[in-house]
């Protein structure tokens, strides 16, 4: 009977230690929403955490390195992976972008990158978003028109949440003494939407974009950011 304790003794350590991987293993996939940010990494539309009242039109990551073009963006929700075409590399270097399919639903979507490096060596992070159209309520509904205009008055958007149709033109004018801006996200990077990036616009001045591409456009005046900041969603 002794000499069989040593067995038992080894069996039993090599079930617990099975256990312990499983359970490990489980908390590691039921912790998918965790930010882990690699080296260089700045910040990314969506944000880690935010909540958009539609789809993003793409993922887009700022890096404070050169990125290489092997980089690669996966993003997964609700059973599968929405990129729409290869992670490209942006803003001189250093802003990484995946642009996404239409069509996704309401819930939580994982965001998945290899940020590679000129030396060739990649390195991983994740973070997350969610999608949660009822956020809409909030928006005032100006679909089914060609142009739409947004004032820049007393050092903020006339109408800061609108939904407007794919392929209308939308144009800024500052009514204000003091310059504006309209910045795609993120701040300072403004890598999300470039089209979207004014020059300075004086008193009188006007910007404008045509939006052909359904999805959410969150932007920002960077000469008074946080406080004047806006959201246009292109909706059917
Ligand atoms: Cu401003």
Request: aromatic share 10%.
């Amino acid at each position: 009977m002794k000499k069989f304790l040593p067995w038992v003794a080894a069996i039993a350590l090599i079930l617990a230690g099975g256990t312990l991987w499983l359970v490990s293993r489980d908390n590691r996939s039921g912790n998918g929403d965790q930010q882990i940010k690699s080296p260089h990494f700045v910040d990314s539309t969506p944000l880690h955490g935010e909540t958009y009242a539609a789809q993003p039109v793409n993922v887009t990551i700022n890096f404070n390195f050169d990125i290489a073009d092997n980089s690669e963006i996966k993003v997964n929700g609700g059973g599968r992976e929405w990129t729409a075409a290869p992670t490209k590399v942006e803003d001189a270097q250093t802003a990484l972008k995946a642009d996404l399919k239409p069509g996704m639903p309401d819930g939580e979507y994982i965001v998945e990158y290899r940020a590679c490096w000129p030396d060739k060596s990649c390195h991983d992070g994740q973070f997350s978003f969610r999608i949660d159209s009822s956020d809409r309520t909030g928006y005032r509904d100006l679909r089914g028109k060609k142009e739409v205009t947004i004032r820049m008055a007393s050092i903020a958007f006339s109408d800061p949440k609108i939904l407007v149709s794919t392929g209308t033109e939308v144009t800024w004018v500052n009514d204000d003494e003091a310059g504006h801006f309209v910045n795609t996200e993120t701040h300072p990077e403004h890598t999300y939407f470039p089209g979207q990036n004014s020059r300075e616009i004086p008193k009188g001045g006007e910007f404008k974009t045509t939006f052909n591409t359904l999805g959410q456009y969150s932007y920002h005046c960077s000469a008074h950011y946080p406080g004047m900041v806006a959201s246009l969603i292109v909706s059917e």
